[in-house]
C-alpha cells in the first residue's frame, strides 16, 4: 500500500542542525510532489513548502527559507527536510504529505524538540 | 496569500447529531479545497478533495459542497469514532494554506 514512513523523534540543542527523513513506498516516487508541513505544540498546520520530485526543485513558503531545506535521494524513494541553526520555536512535529492538488498519504509525523 | 477561516472554532455535539463546518477563503479558490481530519498524537487524514470528492475509504457520512469563496464540511450521523479536529485548505494557489481548525467535542 502507499504509505510514508519518516524518522525517529529528535532531541537538539539550540544552534544544532537535524535531518528528517520521509521514506516512500507502494508508488512511484518521481510521479508526485512530496510537502512538508509543521505542526507547533497545540496549533494548527503550516504548510512549509513542497519539493518536485523529478527535478528536485524546492518551493518554500515564506517563513521557512534560509534555514530549511528539501531534498532527495530518489534512489531510496526517500524525501528530506533539513533544519539548521535550531531555535527552540522550531519544536513542533514535521510531516510530510503526498501530492499536488490534495496531501495523501501523510508521514506519522517526527517530533523535533529543541532544548538545552 | 489567500486566507482561510473556519466556524465554529469548537463544536460540542452529540452521537448521531448532523454536524456542519464552514470554511471561508479570503479570495475565489473554484472548488481547489481539502478537509482533513486529525486525531490527537495521529498525522492528519484526507476526508474530501476538490471540495466534494470523497476520499477513498472515507464513510458516506461525510460529505463537502461549495465552491469559490464558502464551503462546508458535513457529517450526517456524528459517529464516536469522529471526535477529531478538522481542517481545511486551499489548493488553488501557493502557499497550500491550511485553516485554523475545528475542534469538534463530546457533549
Known amino acids: 500500500q502507499v504509505q510514508l514512513v519518516q524518522s525517529g523523534s529528535e532531541l537538539k540543542k539550540p544552534g544544532a542542525s537535524v535531518k528528517v527523513s520521509c521514506k516512500a513506498s507502494?508508488?512511484?516516487?518521481?510521479?508526485?510532489?512530496m510537502n512538508w508541513v509543521r505542526q507547533a505544540p497545540g496549533q494548527g498546520l503550516e504548510w512549509m513548502g513542497w519539493?518536485?520530485?523529478?527535478?528536485?526543485?524546492?518551493t518554500y513558503a515564506q517563513g521557512f527559507t534560509g534555514r530549511f531545506v528539501f531534498s532527495l535521494d530518489t534512489s531510496v524513494s526517500t524525501a528530506y527536510l533539513q533544519i539548521s541553526s535550531l531555535k527552540a520555536e522550531d519544536t513542533a512535529v514535521y510531516y510530510c504529505?503526498?501530492?499536488?492538488?490534495?496531501?495523501?498519504?501523510w508521514g506519522q509525523g517526527t517530533l523535533v524538540t529543541v532544548s538545552s | 496569500d489567500i486566507q482561510l477561516t473556519q466556524s465554529p472554532s469548537f463544536l460540542s455535539a452529540s452521537v448521531g447529531d448532523r454536524v456542519t463546518i464552514t470554511c471561508r477563503a479570503s479570495q475565489g479558490i473554484s472548488s481547489y479545497l481539502a478537509w482533513y481530519q486529525q486525531k490527537p498524537g495521529k498525522a492528519p487524514k484526507l476526508l474530501i478533495y476538490a471540495a466534494s470528492t470523497l476520499q477513498s475509504g472515507v464513510p458516506s457520512r461525510f460529505s463537502g459542497s461549495g465552491s469559490g469563496t464558502e464551503f462546508t464540511l458535513t457529517i450526517s450521523s456524528l459517529q464516536p469514532e469522529d471526535f477529531a479536529t478538522y481542517y481545511c485548505q486551499q489548493l488553488n494557489s501557493y502557499p497550500r494554506t491550511f485553516g485554523p481548525g475545528t475542534k469538534v467535542d463530546i457533549k
Open positions: 507502494g508508488y512511484t516516487f518521481t510521479s508526485y510532489a
Open positions: 519539493i518536485n520530485t523529478n527535478t528536485g526543485n524546492p
Open positions: 504529505a503526498r501530492g499536488g492538488f490534495h496531501f495523501d498519504p
